[in-house]
């Protein structure tokens, strides 16, 4: 059984890797004031006593404290209680009985043991948020900021506040309920950001209602075809390089049989190098090797292919079939 708390003057033996450890409870005596203070120490200090022997100090130095304040941390966050956070109009964030975010304890009953959906997409969505939180180093490694994000969509009553809940329970994350009409301006955004803490969930409602999205792709169709034609194989030439270099960065690897593929398919189809990103870094596990996990990015370059055809395919047929209706329009006078 594992030791939560060490007494005055106890003695707890630890292993680690095979090495042995001893931690002591000692107290400092509290310092005496001659002057008069405000705010008298009286309290003796605690403080701890870690003995090893000494050809073991790198790796306790490298390792085992490390691992104490991993695991201290995490029976922390096991321990304490989530929070619910709702965002408070700006008019009274600066009041002696306010700030910018107001909190309730967080009670939702909802796992995914009690969450009734497809068990495939289910472990898929379990499985991507451990590899999600056991993930930080990774991420730092290939400069990207540790976060995910979720999409969910569907009418009332579909379980998508159960999901959000779910997923709180399964990281015991606290959660943001950001309310965007209640904010103003760019500025009281960022504010509101920048109050939130570390390991936590963002949920905004009905983003869709809350915020216009300018499709930027309708732009393009203003120009005339030579010049999509050009600027498409700037893009696809720039994207063959970048990645690459990204299936590198996140994989670790400088040369694999499979480059050739992926060069050929990514100078063929209109991703961008965040959507191949985000296919490298969404099929990558502990347990996939380098070959799968380009292997994977085969199949969504495939895909995408595939759906790019589809869709051009579509937009000629429009064509023509609009090109056919204006050379039979007429007028006709009767007169």
């Known amino acids: 059984m594992p030791v939560l708390t060490i007494d005055d003057d106890e003695e707890v033996t630890d292993t680690f890797k095979g090495t042995r450890v001893w931690w002591y409870t000692r107290k400092r005596p509290a310092a005496s004031f001659s002057s008069i203070t405000f705010y008298p120490k009286n309290e003796d200090s605690k403080y701890y006593r870690l003995s090893f022997h000494k050809r073991r100090r790198k790796l306790i130095e490298d390792e085992y404290l490390k691992h104490i304040l991993q695991e201290g941390r995490r029976a922390t966050m096991h321990k304490r209680q989530q929070r619910l956070f709702t965002n408070n109009p700006s008019s009274k964030w600066y009041s002696y009985t306010s700030s910018i975010w107001s909190h309730v304890i967080l009670e939702h009953p909802a796992t995914f043991e009690t969450l009734a959906m497809d068990p495939e997409k289910k472990e898929a969505i379990i499985k991507d948020l451990k590899m999600f939180r056991e993930g930080k180093d990774y991420y730092k490694k290939i400069g990207k900021a540790w976060k995910r994000g979720y999409l969910l969509y569907g009418p009332p009553g579909?379980?998508?506040?159960?999901?959000?809940?779910?997923?709180?329970?399964?990281?015991?994350?606290?959660?943001?309920?950001?309310?965007?009409?209640?904010?103003?301006?760019?500025?009281?955004?960022?504010?509101?950001?920048?109050?939130?803490?570390?390991?936590?969930?963002?949920?905004?409602?009905?983003?869709?209602?809350?915020?216009?999205?300018?499709?930027?792709?309708?732009?393009?169709?203003?120009?005339?075809?030579?010049?999509?034609?050009?600027?498409?194989?700037?893009?696809?030439?720039?994207?063959?390089?970048?990645?690459?270099?990204?299936?590198?960065?996140?994989?670790?690897?400088?040369?694999?049989?499979?480059?050739?593929?992926?060069?050929?398919?990514?100078?063929?189809?209109?991703?961008?190098?965040?959507?191949?990103?985000?296919?490298?870094?969404?099929?990558?596990?502990?347990?996939?090797?380098?070959?799968?996990?380009?292997?994977?990015?085969?199949?969504?370059?495939?895909?995408?292919?595939?759906?790019?055809?589809?869709?051009?395919?579509?937009?000629?047929?429009?064509?023509?079939?609009?090109?056919?209706?204006?050379?039979?329009?007429?007028?006709?006078?009767?007169?």
């Open 158 to 335: 579909t379980g998508k506040s159960s999901m959000i809940a779910a997923i709180a329970n399964f990281l015991e994350y606290d959660v943001y309920d950001l309310e965007l009409t209640a904010v103003k301006t760019n500025t009281e955004l960022r504010k509101i950001f920048i109050e939130t803490t570390n390991k936590s969930i963002i949920v905004i409602e009905d983003i869709d209602c809350s915020i216009n999205v300018i499709n930027k792709s309708k732009k393009m169709e203003n120009r005339d075809e030579d010049e999509k034609e050009d600027m498409s194989k700037d893009d696809n030439g720039k994207l063959t390089l970048s990645g690459l270099v990204l299936a590198k960065n996140y994989l670790g690897v400088e040369q694999h049989d499979s480059f050739g593929t992926i060069q050929t398919l990514l100078g063929e189809v209109n991703m961008t190098p965040a959507d191949v990103a985000e296919g490298l870094l969404v099929k990558r596990s502990s347990n996939n090797d380098v070959g799968e996990c380009l292997q994977n990015l085969i199949l969504l370059l495939e895909d995408k292919k595939m759906v790019d055809g589809e869709a051009a395919q579509d937009k000629s047929r429009k064509k023509e079939s609009s090109a056919q209706k204006q050379k039979g329009f007429g007028f006709s006078d009767h007169n």
